[in-house]
């Protein structure tokens, strides 16, 4: 494998080598990564999870407390809402690819800081080359600025299809701000039923979620 870290421009296979063999090589390089302090304080790295051949990619912006305990990302509350926020796209979790802009939690799940997103999101763009997702599905303000290149908030960009080089990105809420604020429910559960439109699913409806 050879890695460029350019922006969405990282990954060249080499070789008979596949997405999933590359996924794993990049998983173990996030944790070997010591080159910031967030290595110092994980329990556990999480470099991402799901379908090496995804039609869609979600980005998050970093672990949390439960996905720093399990090495998995969105496996607390915001990621019991995420599983029902799918289900209204008509997409399962076996069916996509889960990641973050960082692959470590910050300490007291406070704001990635601009060197550790220098620092980490080559992972990111070799996960995004590898997978060539049809959609970026960026959660919260972090992951949309990163991927769009722009300052503009998530809520003048959610709901939208936008689009990066080859990738179309399609900017959401983050669960986690609908756990908190609930007047956001209803604009991420018809963001993800407008995901599945432009996929051509039928919404799964599920079991009303995360409280």
């Known amino acids: 494998m050879s890695i460029h870290y350019d922006h969405f421009k990282t990954i060249r296979p080499v070789g008979t080598e596949v997405p999933q063999q590359l996924l794993e090589e990049i998983s173990d390089a996030v944790w070997a990564c010591r080159r910031c302090e967030l290595a110092e304080g994980r329990t556990n790295a999480v470099p991402g999870f799901g379908n090496a051949s995804a039609r869609i990619m979600l980005v998050g912006e970093a672990p949390g407390r439960n996905e720093d305990l399990q090495g998995k990302p969105f496996v607390g509350a915001a990621g019991k809402y995420l599983t029902e926020l799918l289900g209204y ?7 996509v690819f889960i990641a973050n802009v960082l692959k470590c939690r910050p300490p007291s799940n406070r704001n990635p800081r601009p060197e ?30 990163f991927v769009l290149r722009t300052e503009r908030g998530i809520t003048g960009l959610r709901g939208s299809v936008h689009v990066t080089g080859p990738f179309k990105v399609f900017p959401v809420f983050h669960p986690a701000a609908a756990i908190y604020d609930r007047s956001k429910r209803d604009v991420l559960e018809a963001d993800f039923r407008a995901l599945g439109r432009l996929l051509g699913n039928e919404p799964i409806e599920p079991l009303r979620g995360a409280e």
């Open 89 to 95: 796209a008509g997409l399962t979790r076996e069916e």
């Open 116 to 145: 550790e997103i220098e620092v980490c999101t080559p992972f990111l763009r070799d996960q995004v080359r590898t997978i060539e997702p049809e959609y970026l599905v960026t959660m919260g303000n972090f992951s949309t600025k």
